[in-house]
């Protein structure tokens, strides 16, 4: 019987560490995921922090991943949003940080955005540790959301979708290191 050689063990050490996706403060985050017929590829992942507390982790997936903050949030793309939460929020909570994160990077728009945000926020509910909130963007369809394990509607235009992947990858990002990791950097 032949002994492995080093490369076919690097190999399949190498597919094998693909295939469990990425880990981040206890969270394993898929390479992959599937969404609207789609198989979406994992951007990025990375921890967001308030103050010293873990508050979720965030998995940006992409049909085509990009280092480029300005290309994934224009792209008309079907794109995720995928946040592992760490600790119990209130809806309010969380509503309350992604409206900050509207007011910051698209405050020009905030006219047009307001009663669509409006929808989005009642679409989220409070949530414990180990929930997921997904986001996710499909051309002609908007934008799905999803928290725990339930779908909660859709809402309509791409302008909305550039808003709030913006809170996360926008100019002022809710976390710059969260925006770093996001895009694989």
Partial sequence: MKKPTA???????????????????GVTVPDTVSAEGKTL???????????????YVAGLYLETPSKDAAAVISSDQVKRMQLSVLRSLSMKQVTDAIE?????NSKGQ???LKARLDKFKAMIPDV???DQILMTYA???????SAKGAEKGAIEGKDF??????????????????????LGS
């Fill in 128 to 130: 414990e540790k180990g």
């Fill in 7 to 25: 490369l076919a063990l690097s190999l399949c050490l190498a597919f094998a560490s693909t295939a469990l996706g990425k880990e981040v403060s």
């Fill in 100 to 104: 900050e994160g509207f007011e910051k």
């Fill in 41 to 55: 590829m994992l951007n990025g992942a990375g921890l967001r922090k308030k103050a010293i507390f873990k508050v």
């Fill in 139 to 145: 051309p002609g369809k908007g934008t799905v959301v």
């Fill in 110 to 112: 905030m006219d047009a």
């Fill in 161 to 182: 979708a550039d808003a709030l992947f913006s809170v996360w990858l926008g100019a002022n990002p809710v976390q710059e290191d969260l925006k770093t990791a996001l």
